[in-house]
């Protein structure tokens, strides 16, 4: 179908019109319009919160069902649609089908995107063929398919203006990251630490496809994108940073994927992301410290020049993939106005950073279980501030190859995977959806094959001792790291987050239900079942004047992997089939979009 746009909301018709010189100004002026949704994380600062307040803590309580709409693919949905003018954007996992949604026409089909992939593709994706949603700028929207390919559509009319591929899926780079648009350029990840890839994040030209930079994880001065300037902590990383903390060639396999949520600063001009664990899983084949895998980075847009990085978990022994979002905020501490980026880690860790330098602020447990360290060092005269102090017993390294760790808090998926946190300015807290789970850990030796898993480890994942809640939502202070409150929830929270200017937190759980909660005191408001288990992220929007909530359930991700992919093995899935088993007895597989409202008054 390939039908004109006839979107009259703010900003739509403006910005289809926008040159790519101004794309960058175009995006950031439509993201201060509460009634759409026109980037993955709602705006620039991966904040997540909307201004509307239609739908509020008194009257939350009585949202129905507006419409629905079936995606026509299983597995794993995560992302959420983008929502410009009267047209809503609505993607899946592989095939990664696109749907343009006419919201004026009673939510017609204007038109749909279907690529045509190799299905060998599947298998070398990790945990899922899920897909972290489009992006939108320059009159395009762009679409990172699992195959690698980024893919230009006219927003209009869904015509494929230019493709590039972003990586080899015959060597294990897969797409399942969102892109970011920034000023000319499209930002984008890439995955496959499972197989063994060199990592990357990369910048194309918004008009033409073409690369304008790539920033690597690891490697090379020259590939890294670093200068004499970088620092880490304040001081210079130094000539050949990453390669002195490899052994030999292992760089070139060094993993480092980059798969995660891209911020970015206009006045600082700096994008901020993470990147993830080294490879092997068995950290006793790659002894040293394995920069840059697990760093926060902060590059250059215009360059690809790291201003800054923080390695958090040097010498990964647990799969701590640090590529989860960086949340930027403007807030006081110790009374001092302070430009913040706020991290929860897979490590369980909840990092506050000014975001100007990288100076290291906060960094304490966001889950109280977390066993593998004791915490960071925080002495800034110290030569290991900014480390974590390793606890021997949950050291898989120490006990070395072919012997079972137990007991390790968190479990490889972290404390957090990539179900992204909001931030309401309102409050000044942090809504996370955390795991609490817990893993025994087994590495053993492994040879690098191209295209072939590189693990190198057995896992098994439970709830904590003397606990059977698997998951919690819990409200963060950065400024001090504390928790707030805390909702035990019964299986991991793996949806993303949504604050509200009305008082409310939104977010979804895997049975599949929407839930809605008070923002100061996390009491429950509302909750209503989905046809499936939700790993999606709640957006929000205004459309004839009236506030929607919408969501995309459709049970899968690392911890739904066993019902996504029909496994059975307790093993299997990297470990979560087993500790995810019972989740086959609250949902099934789906594909739904939902939409919510209050009735008519």
Known sequence: MRKMLYATGLGAMAVFAAGAANANDELHKMSQNPKDWVMPAGDYANQRYSKLNQINASNVGKLQVA????????RGHEGGPLIIGNIMYVHTPFPNKVYALDLSQDNKIVWKYEPKQDPNVIPVMCCDTVNRGVAYGDGK??????DTTLVALDAKTGKVEWTVKNGDPSKGSTGTSAPLVVKDKVLLGISGGEFGVQAHVTAYDIKTGKQVWRGFSEGPDDQLLVDDKTTELGKPIGKDSSLKTWQGDQWKIGGGATWGWISYDPELNLVYYGSGNPSTWNPKQRPGDNKWSMT????????????????????????????NEMILSDQTIDGKARKLLTHFDRNGLGYTLDRATGELLVAEKYDPKVNWTSGVDMKKDSPTYGRPKVLDAASTDKAGEDVNVKGICPAALGSKDEQPAAYSPDTQLFYVPTNHVCMDYEPFKVSYTAGQPYVGATLSMYPPPGETNMGNFIAWDGKTGKIVWSNKEQFSVWSGALATAGGVVFYGTLEGYLKAVDAKTGK???????????????????????????????????????LAAGLTDPTAGLGAVGGYAALSNYTALGGTLTVFSLPQQ
């Open 296 to 323: 926060i980075w902060a590059r250059n847009p215009d360059t690809g020049v790291a201003k800054w990085v923080y390695q958090m978990t040097p010498h990964d022994e647990w799969d701590y993939d640090g590529v």
């Open 141 to 146: 929207i762009f679409l990172h398919q699992a």
């Open 67 to 74: 419409w629905t709409f079936s995606t026509g693919v299983l």
């Open 524 to 562: 429950e408001l509302y909750k209503f079942k989905t046809p499936s288990g939700i790993i999606g992220n709640v957006t929000t929007y205004e459309h004839g004047g009236k506030q929607y909530v919408a969501i995309l359930s459709g049970v899968g991700g690392w911890a739904g992997i066993g």
